[in-house]
């Protein structure tokens, strides 16, 4: 099977909170290769572009804010079934819930607004991952 890629951020939350170590600890621990990691700001064309499958819903105008809030790190990383291997890593999308042993169930919760801040962001699928590495990466 050929090595794949994935887009994986350490949203602003994560940044904020210096858990971007811990969080490339159980990356690499994990065995994936990081191919390129960079700080970013990400402005509101950006992030319209990285989110465009979510516009319309009530949470987006929110999510887009946070998301603004501070830099993330952006990571491209690779390895053999990364897309789905490293969302098993993040956990479920509420972070309330999302199991023990995982990014989200170990780091995260809810501070009162909603499941925005989950820490991570990983790509859902091949199209995807081309897509946002595409968007973050150039
Ligand atoms: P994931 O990040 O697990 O792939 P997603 O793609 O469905 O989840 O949503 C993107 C982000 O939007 C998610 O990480 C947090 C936020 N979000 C999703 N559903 C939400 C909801 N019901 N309320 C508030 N924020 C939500
Ligand atoms: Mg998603």
New binding site residues.
């Given amino acids: 099977m050929p090595t794949e890629e994935t887009l994986v951020l350490v949203k602003p939350d994560g940044v904020a909170r210096g858990l971007t170590g811990a969080i490339l600890a159980r990356i690499e621990a994990k065995g994936y290769a990081l191919v390129d990691i960079r700080l970013v700001e990400a402005d509101r064309e950006l992030l319209e572009q990285h989110?465009a499958?979510?516009a319309g819903k009530?949470?987006y105008e929110?999510?887009l804010e946070f998301m603004q809030s501070g830099p993330s790190v952006a990571i491209r990383l690779a390895g053999n079934r990364v897309i789905e291997g490293f969302r098993s890593l993040?956990g479920?999308?509420d972070p309330t819930t999302a199991a023990p042993g995982t990014i989200r169930g170990d780091f995260g919760r809810d501070w009162g607004l909603?499941?925005?801040q989950?820490l991570v962001?990983?790509s859902?699928s091949p199209e995807s991952a081309a897509r946002e590495l595409q968007i973050w990466f150039g």
């Fill in positions: 989110y499958e979510h009530p949470f929110p999510l993040a479920t999308t909603a499941v925005q989950n962001h990983g859902d």
